[in-house]
């Protein structure tokens, strides 16, 4: 049996065992997960407590389902467990590496959208001097 981590334990062993403990990943990560090459998408096989190369024995990590409309994943433990999903530590590496990529290809948020100068024409400038005078 995997120890569930400290923080959210409740909330972690539901995820585990709505996802049969077994990673959830269905090609989120880029993966095709596919050992047989039968060419389909197919979830990872990595599953709680299994030993894993690099790693060791890994935990399975409960992840928002939707990382991205559910904000940093630090927050998963605050999310009721439907919208969490099991993910092997590999998978959710990749996952957020993917989702860093795709957030530096966003344009820079711009600040100061309506406090800029407004834009006063040449002309324009001359008939206000003219009207102050
Ligand atoms: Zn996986
Ligand atoms: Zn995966």
Known sequence: MTRPPLVGADIWEAVMAAAGDRCQCMGACGKK??????????????????HVAKRGRIALIAMPRDPINEGDFVTAASLPSARLIAMCPECHDAVRRVINRAAKKLPPQEDGLFDAEPYISASAKKQADVGAA
Not at 33 to 50: I, V
Request: glycine fraction near 6%.
């Open 33 to 50: 997960h596919d050992p047989d090459r039968t060419r389909q998408q197919q979830r990872c096989r990595h599953h709680n407590g299994e």
